[in-house]
């Protein structure tokens, strides 16, 4: 970012045409009107796809049971995780897997020890949580039954399946593959690139397109329905700003809102 031009005012003060307060005031707005214009100069700079890191192009994640976090950090080298997990390498590709029981598990208790105050109930757990930081340079499948999902900050999505279970997501570019079933799932971001399918069977779903999108999203339903923003267009397609990637959303029964996100 270059700095604005202050020689004009400089010499006005320095020729004693206007005091220090003046100056001042005028530096402090030609400021102001120049920094607009450095940012329209420097537009986002952002990979088309994932690029990998440190030998890992791709992260699996496939657990039963369980609450999932996934959290986008560019401060990790490749990915931690924190909870009970079993971690793989495959080549480029790293493997993380958590099997838990589908249903409520109170850990920490013991019939013959039982909760005897309010501080020891809050001390249950009632589902297993896995926790996992990934560099956004790595696409990442998710493989999750009876249990939810969060995901955010992290740009590239691949196979995602969630069944039985809720998946929210935030931050993404594209999602190369979704298949939500009897569940509900909510996917919000910039997606501006690449191509990506998101299907819903027999749930709810809801796509919001952040402001940097830049998108064309096609739909195609069975015995669902999807609701359009209300400068959509036509019945089975949206453009959000100049359309260069590609969603397809299909709904098989249930329905999907498609929305502008401001963010």
């Known amino acids: 970012m270059s700095d604005p031009d202050l ?19 005028r530096i402090e707005a030609a400021q102001m009107a120049h920094a607009p214009q450095d940012a329209e100069r420097d537009p986002i700079d952002e990979p088309a796809g994932p690029t990998g890191v440190k030998g890992t192009e791709r992260l699996t994640i496939r657990a039963v049971g369980r609450r999932v976090t996934v959290v986008g950090d560019a401060g990790v080298a490749t990915a931690s995780v924190t909870g009970e997990h079993v971690l793989r390498r495959q080549g480029d590709v790293m493997e993380i897997s958590a099997d838990g029981e589908v249903g409520p598990k109170l850990e920490g208790f013991s019939v013959l020890n039982p909760p005897k105050s309010l501080d020891d109930l809050r001390g249950l757990t009632f589902a297993r949580g896995l926790t996992v930081r990934v560099n956004p340079a790595i696409e990442v499948d998710i493989e999750l039954t009876a249990g939810s999902l969060n995901v955010s900050g992290v740009p590239f999505l691949g196979r995602v399946r969630v069944t039985a279970g809720g998946v929210a997501v935030t931050g993404v570019r594209r999602v190369v593959d979704a298949l939500v079933q009897a569940g509900s799932g909510t996917f919000e971001g910039p997606i501006n690139t690449g191509r990506s399918r998101i299907k819903i069977e027999s749930g709810s779903l809801t796509l919001g397109l952040e402001k940097r999108a830049s998108v064309t999203v096609r739909s195609q339903t069975q015995l669902g329905r999807v609701v359009w923003p209300d400068d959509g267009g036509a019945p089975d397609e949206v453009v959000f700003g100049n359309g260069s990637a590609r969603l397809d959303l299909e709904v098989v029964m249930g329905s999907a809102t498609v929305r502008k996100v401001d963010a």
Request: glycine letters at 6%; zero cysteines.
């Open 7 to 25: 020689s004009q005012i400089l010499a006005d003060l320095a020729a004693g045409t206007i005091d220090a307060a003046e100056a001042a005031r």
